[in-house]
Structures are given as C-alpha cells and as structure tokens.
C-alpha cells in the first residue's frame, strides 16, 4: 500500500498490531499500542528504501525538496520519538490514531479536483519548519509521513507522481529519527525484555520487513499501471475498519466498555 498509494503501513499495521499484542497479551499491556507504534515505523526504514529506489528509477523523487525537507524531519522526529511519545496516555494514543486513520480514510474517499493554481515552492527555511512538524506528527501516529507531504506537495503545485515519490523518500529519515527515539525514550521505561528493545518488538519487526521490502516496489510499480482512484476507495472502506478497532481499544482504557 506505501508503494502504490503513498500512504505508510503504519495504519494498517498499528490497529492489527495492536490486536495481536493484546489477545495473545505477551508483552506489557499499558505500552501495548506504543510498542505496535514503534514496531510500524521500524519497518518504515526498510519499505521507504525499498520503495524510493522504485520511484527514484522512474524519476519521481525529487530530491531537490527531499534535502530541504530533511533537517527539519529529523528534529521533529527526535523530539516526537524520544520525549513526547512516552509521556502519552495509551488510551488517548489510541483515540489519536483512530482520528488520524479516519481523517485519511475520508481523505481517500474524496474525488481529487484539479487546482488551476499555480504555485512556487516555499523557501528552505519554510520547508525545513514544515518537515519538523511533519516529522513530530509521524511519530505520533507511526506513520512515514505521506498523509502530510503529499498534500503539501501537491499544494506547491509538484506532480501527484513526484509527490508520492518524494514522499517515499521522506519515509527513510522520518522513520530512523522517531525509531532512535521510541528505543531512547522506551529504555527509561521499559528497556530490554521479551524482544522488546525500547518500544521496538524485534521479533515482529523481521518477521514483517522479510515481505514489505519485497512488495514496496512491486506497490511502486503498480502505481503506474492500475486505477489507484479506484483502490484508493476500497482501501478506505479498510481503513474505516482498522479506525474502529483503534476507537475500541480507547474506549476500552477509558472504561467505556
């Protein structure tokens, strides 16, 4: 799904995750929804290589915006990783990432119209702010960042193709700095047990890089070929439902249910 839509599998990977973590109860239960977090984005640095080099062959990365965006991404993702992720409640991280999976969903259900606009993009300094927010968000929610960049990109006028490319490409550095800080911040909290290094449960993480590296450019491939218009509504009607797993396990904490 990252190759072809430009989205990070971090939304489908957390809610499911998440649920495995919790009916097989293996590892500590208050952390469960930060260690299927930090897991997702440690596969990010495998996909987003293996899915840049696919647009990158197809000229789709520009990597112009990539190193302006680049600072900024790393800032965002340390502080996000390392000291606002493990201060957040598990059921408010929850409800958190149920509203960021709805907001995509209904993102991609939406019919995309043509902005007759034309715009430059901003200065370095200006996009190097937005990569520290975008960066600081994907920590959060444990995505590669796509759901922020391709928008923006797509607002300063860059080519839909470019942007899912460049996009891509910003996964690697989002994901490495918000890795370096769920395993820094998951140390003081829980350090090295049962597979877990910091908030990262290993053992998941080769289990699920041994496939998502190979399918990333195969995702990337596709893109060029199939109605993504088309997939991009069925996979919403996917991510309605992984919303709804995420806004049980919330209401769950709370004492809802």
Known sequence: MAGLLGVG???????????????????PQQYVVHISIATAMATIMF???????????RGGV????????????????LLSGGVIFKMI?????????AIFVSYSAINMFRKKSEDSVT?????????????VGIGL????????????????LVWCSVPMRNAVGT?????????????????????????????LIGFVYWPALLALISMSVIFAPIG?????????????????????FLAFLMLKRSLLEFGFI
């Open 62 to 77: 520009r990597w112009d915006i990539f190193i302006k965006f680049v600072p900024g991404i790393l800032i965002g993702g």
């Open 9 to 27: 599998g971090g939304m489908v990977l957390v809610p499911f995750l998440t649920s495995l973590f919790t009916t097989f109860e293996f590892l």
């Open 47 to 57: 996909t987003s290589l293996s899915s840049m080099r696919a647009h990158h062959r």
């Open 220 to 240: 990337a491939r596709l893109a060029h070929s199939l109605p993504v218009n088309t997939l991009r509504k069925v996979f919403a009607v996917l991510l309605f």
């Open 167 to 195: 996009s891509a490409a910003c996964g690697f550095p989002i994901a490495v700095s918000n890795v370096i800080g769920y395993i820094y911040g998951g140390m003081g909290e829980i350090g090295v047990q049962d597979g």
């Open 89 to 97: 409640d598990i059921g408010w991280l929850a409800l958190v990432f």
């Open 119 to 131: 715009r430059e993009l901003p200065n370095t300094i200006f996009i190097a702010l937005v990569g």
């Open 137 to 152: 968000v994907s920590g959060i929610v444990g995505a590669g960042g796509g759901f922020l960049t391709v928008p923006f």
